[in-house]
């Protein structure tokens, strides 16, 4: 089995940055991707970044450019790193393993102010 525990969340200020952590633990093998979705208030979850075992990357149209998703293998470990935040970035952003399933973690709130 797989376990994602998120962390990093809080508040920042419009043009900000902010890091999200979320470490893995379990069946680390089964995985064969991962990434971080998020859900605003009222809104439908949806996809921010993917990264696969071999640093393939992708990312939404609306973060490109200013979020960055990365893993640490020896830590067990995938980070986004969000730059130039804007309000409309406020969500609850939640990683995600994939491996026969979706696993999800607990989710972390990121909110931004103007």
């Known amino acids: 089995q797989v376990q994602l525990v998120e962390s990093g969340g809080g508040l920042v200020q419009a043009g900000g940055s902010l890091r999200l952590s979320c470490k893995a633990s379990g069946t680390l093998f089964s995985i064969h991707a991962m990434g971080w979705y998020r859900q605003a208030p009222g809104k439908q979850r949806e996809l921010v970044a993917t990264i696969t075992p071999g640093d393939n990357t992708n990312y939404a149209d609306s973060v490109k450019g200013r979020f960055a998703i990365s893993r640490d293998n020896a830590k067990n470990t995938v980070y986004l790193q969000m730059n130039n935040l804007r309000p409309e970035d406020t969500a609850v952003y939640y990683c995600?393993?994939?491996?026969?399933?979706?696993?999800w973690g607990q989710g972390t709130l990121v909110t931004v102010s103007s």
């Open positions: 995600m393993a994939k491996t026969y399933s979706e696993v």
